[in-house]
């Protein structure tokens, strides 16, 4: 069974900077590309930033790009998103999903991954 749980959301003053991790079980996760996700109340989910399998090749949606890192551990099935210089904006649940590919393509539908964890509350103060 494949489990994805994210740890690291909470409170963060406009400036601060939180760091997301999704530990991975019950997946061989070097086959598979991650994403992060985020839900804000009342919008759709988006894509915030994916890594490929080998964390060669990385996304980022333009609203996160030079503040958020994404990277990921194969040998410890993790991956991480470091979140700095964060914005009000940026609050939301955070979601950890993974999808079964081994080449270098990112999705960034929502609809093309597999798997999906619980999410975590990212919230940012003003």
């Known amino acids: 069974q494949v489990r994805l749980v994210e740890t690291g959301g909470g409170l963060a003053q406009a400036g601060g900077s939180l760091r997301l991790s999704c530990a991975a079980s019950?997946?061989?996760?070097?086959?598979?590309?991650m994403g992060w996700f985020r839900q804000a109340p009342g919008k759709e989910r988006e894509i915030v930033s994916g890594?490929?399998?080998?964390?060669?090749?990385?996304y980022y949606v333009d609203s996160v790009k030079g503040r958020f890192t994404i990277s990921r551990d194969n040998a410890d099935n993790r991956v991480y998103l470091q979140m700095n210089s964060l914005k009000p904006e940026d609050t939301a649940v955070y979601y950890c999903?993974?999808?079964?590919?081994?080449?270098?393509?990112?999705?960034?539908?929502?609809?093309?991954?597999?798997?999906w964890g619980q999410g975590t509350q990212v919230t940012v103060s003003s």
């Open positions: 999903a993974a999808r079964l590919l081994i080449d270098t393509t990112i999705p960034t539908g929502a609809g093309s991954y597999d798997h």
């Open positions: 019950g997946l061989t996760f070097s086959t598979y590309a």
């Open positions: 890594i490929s399998w080998s964390g060669l090749n990385t």
